[in-house]
């Protein structure tokens, strides 16, 4: 059998942030956090950063932090759709949320909707200008970053097909093989 270089990431949220559930979580391989910050309120993921710190220390492993932020998103009652007449994927409120990631050294800065390169190097200078040096991951969501997505790849550290979202914008039976 060979070494998979799958990892696993794992979103925190209300049943998996009490340290004791985090630490199960960590000796039973989790390799990378997740955080949701359309559900953000900064005092409490700080509080979370600690206590993933701290476990670091105890594990002696270090555990990779995503800051998903949420973009143009619109939120209905049971889900979510994104604002199309959104200029960028970089809302004002992104803007806070990749300050506080550089401020936490938080390791990566999802973008959600993203529609194209210029969403990667607006990213990129929000996050320089507050000397940060986080990598960044853009979340495919949306038909027209299928459409840039070889320029999307080049300038961004890596990317995240978001099949929910792509749903909406491709048939499902479409998404195996983007």
Same mark, same amino acid.
């Given at each position: 059998?060979? %070494?998979? !270089?799958?990892?696993? $990431?794992?979103?925190?949220?209300?049943?998996?942030? !009490?340290?004791?559930?985090?630490?199960?979580?960590?000796?039973?391989?989790?390799? $990378?956090?997740?955080?949701?910050?359309?559900?953000?309120?900064?005092?409490?993921?700080?509080?979370?950063?600690?206590? $993933?710190?701290?476990?670091?220390?105890?594990?002696?492993?270090?555990?990779?932090?995503? $800051?998903?932020?949420?973009?143009?998103?619109?939120?209905?009652? &049971? %889900?979510?759709?994104?604002?199309?007449?959104?200029?960028?994927?970089?809302?004002?409120?992104?803007?806070?949320?990749?300050?506080?990631?550089? &401020?936490?050294?938080?390791?990566?800065?999802?973008?959600?909707?993203?529609?194209?390169?210029?969403?990667?190097?607006?990213?990129?200078?929000?996050?320089?200008g507050f000397?940060?040096?986080?990598?960044?991951?853009? !979340?495919?969501?949306?038909?027209?970053?299928?459409?840039?997505?070889?320029?999307?790849?080049a300038v961004?550290?890596?990317?995240?097909?978001?099949?929910?979202?792509?749903?909406?914008?491709?048939?499902?039976?479409?998404?195996?093989?983007?």
């Open positions: 059998m060979k %070494n998979s !270089k799958a990892q696993i $990431i794992a979103t925190i949220g209300p049943s998996s942030e !009490k340290p004791d559930v985090l630490r199960e979580m960590v000796k039973n391989q989790l390799d $990378i956090i997740r955080f949701n910050f359309s559900w953000a309120d900064l005092e409490i993921r700080r509080q979370q950063i600690e206590i $993933i710190r701290q476990i670091e220390k105890e594990f002696n492993k270090k555990i990779p932090i995503i $800051i998903d932020l949420p973009g143009p998103r619109i939120q209905k009652k &049971e %889900n979510h759709i994104y604002d199309h007449n959104a200029v960028s994927s970089i809302t004002d409120q992104d803007k806070e949320f990749i300050q506080f990631a550089t &401020e936490q050294n938080i390791d990566y800065v999802a973008i959600s909707f993203v529609g194209g390169p210029q969403d990667i190097d607006k990213c990129r200078k929000i996050i320089t000397s940060g040096k986080q990598k960044i991951i853009a !979340k495919i969501e949306r038909l027209v970053a299928l459409e840039s997505i070889d320029q999307i790849i961004a550290d890596a990317i995240m097909i978001a099949r929910g979202d792509l749903g909406n914008e491709v048939p499902l039976e479409q998404i195996p093989f983007i």
